[in-house]
C-alpha cells in the first residue's frame, strides 16, 4: 500500500487489503505511540480525513476495555474504521498506543485505546491512567467494552479500568474551572447469551458503580459528589460474534443508528458531550492535552482552550494576512511608481472585507476574548499595509490634479479670446472636485483615515500657480499697453520738440496725459475677470505710469541726443539767421549788417536751451508727478527718481551745448561773410 498513499506514512495504511479504492477517509493513523508520544501528523490526517472545515459538526468517540475483548472488531464494525484486529491464528500481542481512524460516512473521530492489560500482568498502570484521562478531556462518548461474563466480578479488570476513569475524572472535570465537561459512559457487553436480560445486568454494572464511586478517596469539597454529576450512563448488549453472526451484525447495526441518527430520541451525540474544539484546532487541542498528561501536569481545560485559541487565531490570522498581501502587492507597484489607481479604496476594502471574513469564519469558533483580541490585532495589521497605498494615492492624485489644472491654464489661456478668470475659476473647480472624489473613495471605512489635509495642500497650491499665472497674464498685458503707450507717444514729441515754442511741454504733457488715462482704461477693462485685488491693481497702474514715463522719457532723450539736439538748434539759427521774415533766403550785401543779424539770430537760438532743459509746463495743472515709491512690482526694477527725469540738460550741459552750438553757428557766420566777399569780386 505504500506506494499508492500520497503522503507515505506507514502509520496511515488500509489494513487487511479491504479496500482496492485508496480512500483516504479509511487512513488510520497512531496519534500516541508506543513511547507515548504524540504524533506531528494529526492536522494534517484531520484534513485529509475531509474534517478540518466541518468547526463543531463533528464528534469523537473512544473506546476502553480489557485487552482482547473485540474492541477493534466492534469500532471497524460500528464505524467502518480499519483498525487493527488481533490475528485470532496468531495470537499475536497488540501493542500499547492510540489510533484514531474517520468514521465511514460521518463527521466521526474514532480513538481506539489499546494497551497491554497492566493490571493482569502486574505492569504499572501509567498509559492506563494517562489515556483514560486523554480521553476524558477530548470525547463525547467513552465506549466501555466487556463480556457478559465479566459482569459482578467486583474485583475483575474492568472495575479496575473503571476506578482508574472515575478518579481521573475526578481530577479533571472535578475541578471548578474545568466543571463543564460532561461524558457519557456507553456499556456495550458482548457475548450477551440472552439468559440474564439487559435490565438486570444493568442494575449489576450500576450497583457496583455505585460502590467503586462510594470507595474511591475523593478531595473534601467534592465529598458529596456524586457518578451522575459527571456521567450519563448508557448499556446494551451484542450477541456473539461467532455463534450468532447474524444477530451479532443486526445488533451492531442499530447501535450504528444510535450515532448517525440525528433525530432519534436514544442519539448519543448529546450536545451536552460535546468539548467545543473546533475540528480545526483538535490536533493542536489533543496534542497539548497529552503534553500535559505526558508529563503529569495538572489538567486545566481553559487554560488549553486558550492557549489553542491563541495558537489557531494566530494561525488563521497570519494565513487571511498572507493571502491579503498576495492581493495588496498588485497594486503596490503602480502606486509606488506614482500612478493613481481607479478604484483603489473599492478593492482595498474588498481585500480587508475578505480577509477579516476569512478570519471570523474560522477563528469566531474559538475562546471569545482571544478572537476579539486577535481579530484587533489583525485588523491593526490589514490597516498598517493599506495606509501606506492610500497616502501613496492621495499623493499621487495631488500630484496629478495639480498637473492637470496647470495643463487647464495653458489650454484656456490659449488664442485671443478668453477669459482669464473664467478659466482659473473653471479649472480649479474640476481639478479639486476630482481630487476630493477620488480621495473620498479610497477611504476605508473602520479607519481614520483623513484627505482634508491634502485637499488644503492642493489648494494653496493651485492658488500659488493661478496667482503666478496671473502675474504672468498682468504683465504680458502691461508690457502691451506699454508699448501701445510708447508708439502713440512718439510723433506727439518729436512734433513739439521741433517745434520748441514756448507751450512745448504744455502739448506734450497734455498727449501723453491722454495716452495714459487711455491705457489705464484699457488696464481696467481687461483686469476685470483676473480677480485682482485692489493693491495688484494699484500695483500694476502704479507700473504703467512709471513705464509711460519712462517710454516718454525715452522719446525726449532720443529727441535731445547731442547731434540731434545741436541739428534742432542748427535750424532754429537758420531759420532766423538765413532766411528772413517771410522766408525767403537771404543774399548778403556788402553794407547789410550781418554781425548785427547774426547776433540777434544767434542770442534767440542761445535762449532757446533753457526751454529744453526741464520737463516744466507753462499749465501748471499740466505737470505731471510718480509717487516717490515707484518701484516697479512687476520686473523689479529699481526705483525710478522722478525729479530728476524732470531735468534734460544739467546746468553745465546747457553751457557745453551753447558753446557747441557757438562753433556751428560761427561756422555760418563766416560763410556769410563769404559769400558777400565773392559777389563783390564778380
Ligand atoms: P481488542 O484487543 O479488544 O481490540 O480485540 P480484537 O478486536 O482485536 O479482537 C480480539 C479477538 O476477539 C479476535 O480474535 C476477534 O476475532 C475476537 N472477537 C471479536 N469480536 C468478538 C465477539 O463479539 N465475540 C467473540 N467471542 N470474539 C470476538
Ligand atoms: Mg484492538
Known sequence: FAATQPNGTAATAPVNGRTSHYNAATERLQIVDNEKHFTPDLTKQIER?????????????????????????????????????????????????????????????????????????????????????????????????MWEHQIGLYNGANMGLLKTVFEVNLGLFGKKENSSGRTLLLFVIRDHIGSTPLANLQATITTDLSRLWEGLSKPAELKDQQLSDYFDLEFTTLPHKLLVPDKFDAGVQSLRRRFVDKGSPDYLFKPAYHKWIPADGVAFYMEGIWEQVQSNKD??????????????????????????????????RPIEAGQVVQGLGQMMKNWRTQALTRYDRDASRYHKAVYNRKRSDLVAALDAVLSPLFLGQLKNLHKYCLVQFKKSLLDGLKGEEYDFGDVVVKGRAKWENKFKETAKEAVVEGTDWVWEDEMELLREEIQGVADQCRKDETKKMVNQIERNIKKHIADPVELQLNKGTEDMWDEILRSFIGILSKAEEAYLTKAKSFNCTEEENESSLATLRKRAWQ??????????????????????????????????????????????????????????????ADIKPQDSSLEFTLPSDSADSLSGEPELDFEASLVVFSPTKQMDLGNRFRKDADAYYVEAKRSTVASIAQ
Open 551 to 612: 517710454g516718454l522719457r525715452a522719446k525726449v532723450d532720443e529727441q535731445t541726443a547731442d547731434a540731434v539736439f545741436l541739428s534742432k538748434l542748427r535750424g532754429h539759427f537758420e531759420e532766423r539767421f538765413r532766411y528772413d521774415e517771410q522766408g525767403v533766403p537771404r543774399v548778403w550785401k556788402p553794407d547789410d549788417d550781418i554781425d548785427g543779424a547774426f547776433k540777434k539770430a544767434k542770442e534767440a537760438t542761445l535762449d532757446l536751451i533753457p526751454r529744453y
Open 299 to 332: 489538567l486545566d481545560l481553559p487554560t488549553q482552550q486558550e492557549l489553542l485559541a491563541q495558537f489557531r487565531c494566530d494561525e488563521i490570522s497570519a494565513g487571511a494576512l498572507a493571502e491579503f498581501n498576495e492581493q495588496v502587492k498588485s497594486q503596490k
Open 49 to 145: 480525513w475531509g474534517l478540518r472545515d466541518t468547526g463543531f459538526e463533528y464528534n469523537i468517540v473512544a473506546v476502553f476495555g480489557s485487552q482482547s475483548t473485540g474492541k477493534s472488531t466492534l469500532l471497524n464494525r460500528l464505524f467502518g474504521t480499519t483498525f487493527d484486529v488481533m490475528d485470532e491464528a496468531k495470537r499475536q500481542q497488540t501493542t500499547k498506543g492510540i489510533w484514531m481512524c474517520r468514521g465511514e460516512g460521518m463527521n466521526v473521530m474514532v480513538m481506539d485505546v489499546e494497551g497491554t492489560d497492566g493490571r493482569e500482568r502486574g505492569e504499572d498502570q501509567d498509559f492506563e491512567r494517562k489515556s483514560a484521562l486523554f480521553s476524558l478531556a477530548s470525547s463525547e462518548v467513552l465506549i466501555v467494552n
